[in-house]
T-cell receptor, first 111, second 114 residues
Framework: QQKVQQSPESLIVPEGGMASLNCTSS?????YFWWYRQHSGKSPKMLM?????GEKEEGRFTVHLNKASLHTSLHIRDSQPSDSALYLC???????????FGQGTKLSIKP | AQTIHQWPVAEIKAVGSPLSLGCTIK??????LYWYWQATGGTLQQLFY??????VESVVQLNLSASRPKDDQFILSTEKLLLSHSGFYLC?????????????FGPGTRLTVL
């Protein structure tokens, strides 16, 4: 079973709308979360990271973290067609010293 | 500025044949290096990591091996390919310890095993 679970599996959002993506770790030994974006056929690029409770905003992107539930979410406002991609959440396991990736959410922005 | 190259860009190989994939990082001294594998449309799975020349740690056993012959070079190889080896292979680098530092991914190598 995937230790980092992302939902939904896929999401369609109209252009200009808000996209909300979720990620939860069932591995309690994690303390740092990353969000990567991967366009089709390309390599992942880091979007945002968070390790403190609360929220962090960068431009159109906002990320939330609840450390008690090990749940993070990514919100994209004013979605653009170029935001269409696979979004990967990763959690840092501090015991093993490695990143554990979720299965991703495929986001499609409809013009 | 740092650059990361992977070679080849794509490869089509027969089951049972050998494989060697390469990764070079320029512009950074003593980076941490990683190999990841991604099945089509799937999640990233870390295979190996290296913090210094000549030292490689295996994370997942997939009948693959890795070596770091130079500070800026990371090689992934196997003597006998399996169908299950098909996928997207990504090399990544970071500075600093473990997953607390951002990992930067190379362009990847797409491998098809027939």
């Amino acid at each position: 079973q995937q230790k980092v679970q992302q939902s939904p599996e896929s999401l369609i959002v109209p252009e200009g709308g808000m996209a909300s993506l979720n990620c939860t770790s069932s591995d309690r030994n994690v303390d740092y979360f990353w969000w990567y974006r991967q366009h089709s056929g390309k390599s992942p690029k880091m979007l945002m990271s968070i390790f403190s409770n609360g929220e962090k905003e960068e431009g159109r992107f906002t990320v939330h973290l609840n450390k008690a539930s090990l749940h993070t979410s990514l919100h994209i406002r004013d979605s653009q067609p170029s935001d269409s991609a696979l979004y990967l959440c990763a959690a840092m396991n501090y015991n093993q010293g490695k990143l554990i990736f979720g299965q991703g959410t495929k986001l499609s922005i409809k013009p | 500025a740092q650059t990361i190259h992977q070679w080849p860009v794509a490869e089509i190989k027969a089951v049972g044949s050998p494989l060697s994939l390469g990764c070079t990082i320029k512009g950074k001294s003593s980076p941490n290096l990683y190999w990841y594998w991604q099945a089509t449309g799937g999640t990233l799975q870390q295979l190996f990591y290296s913090i210094t020349v000549g030292q490689v740690e295996s994370v997942v056993q997939l009948n693959l091996s890795a070596s770091r012959p130079k500070d800026d070079q990371f090689i992934l190889s196997t003597e006998k390919l399996l169908l299950s080896h098909s996928g997207f292979y990504l090399c990544a680098w970071s500075l600093g310890t473990g997953g607390y530092a951002e990992q930067f991914f190379g362009p990847g190598t797409r491998l098809t095993v027939l």
